[in-house]
């Protein structure tokens, strides 16, 4: 179960207060407060949110193509504590995040982070934009330079099917120093069809330099016509919308979906 609320006070101060009852306990998710349309920076947020880093986990979870996401996402967290400054100009074309967080736990609590901090920004770009087709071509570059405290990292994830163990895992890496990681990223949709793609290399710098990276692509198409509806750069894909109700003289809005996906830890 999850409980959420969000608004907009005094015209331009928006907040959104997000938690989940998962597991027995209460965690926190997007918990902050949002100045927007500021001179010179655009939107400043304020809280626990998403890291604006991977357009496969800015997208929620309520809007993905597939149920789960792959082992591409386990590089990095996606929720921590900090502040954020992003904005669209140029009629959209051109969009930028840039903020600095501390490693949160699932309470948004960042005591334990000390003087470890992640920055963490990302640059994209809409282009060949139709309203008239319904579609667009979106391009992004991400870069995020992580550290904590115990100076240690780890990848371990699951297959795309999260029932499964975890097949993927480098172990606790010991004796580091930083994460840089960098990710290429980009989409496309038009009408009923969407393509998405992105790469993500990974350097662990240290006693030993580590070098890993993780890919996927991914296709859909809406049989019954809809179109995966965009609501900006740091928010990606939204949900969809059946053009007729299932069950009210028509069957609802049916999707098919290929994706093939690739990590390598050595």
């Given amino acids: 179960v999850r409980f959420y609320h969000s608004g907009t006070a005094y015209r331009n ?3 959104k207060l997000q938690l989940e009852f998962a597991g027995g306990e209460i965690a926190y998710k997007d918990v902050f407060i949002e100045f927007k349309k500021l001179p010179v920076f655009g939107n400043v947020r304020v809280g626990q949110m998403k890291e604006p880093f991977r357009l496969e986990v800015l ?7 597939f149920i789960e996401r792959t082992a591409y996402t386990e590089f990095a967290g996606d929720r921590n504590s900090g502040i954020l400054v992003h904005n669209q100009v140029l009629n959209g074309a051109l969009g930028y995040q840039l903020g600095v967080f501390r490693n949160a736990d699932a309470f948004g609590n960042d005591k334990n982070a000390k003087d470890a901090y992640n920055v963490t920004g990302r640059v994209s ?4 934009k139709n309203e008239e087709k319904n579609s667009m071509v979106h391009l ?8 904590n405290n115990e100076n240690e990292y780890k990848v371990s994830g699951r297959t795309a099917v999260h029932l499964a163990p975890k097949y993927l895992s480098t172990g606790t890496l010991t004796n580091v120093d930083n994460v840089q990681l960098i990710n290429l990223e980009g989409a496309y949709y038009a009408g009923p069809l969407s393509i998405q793609t992105e790469y993500l ?4 710098n240290g006693g030993t330099e580590l070098n890993f990276s993780s890919y996927y692509g991914q296709v859909s198409y809406f049989l019954t016509g809809e179109s995966r509806p965009w609501n900006g750069s740091y928010a990606g894909f939204g949900g969809i919308k059946p053009n007729k109700n299932f069950g009210e003289n028509g069957g609802g809005a049916w999707e098919i979906g290929l994706r093939f996906s690739s990590t390598d830890l050595n």
């Fill in 13 to 15: 101060i928006g907040y």
């Fill in 59 to 65: 997208v929620s979870s309520n809007d993905m193509t």
């Fill in 125 to 128: 770009t809409e282009f060949l």
């Fill in 140 to 147: 992004a570059v991400g870069f995020s330079n992580r550290n």
């Fill in 201 to 204: 290399m990974a350097k662990v």
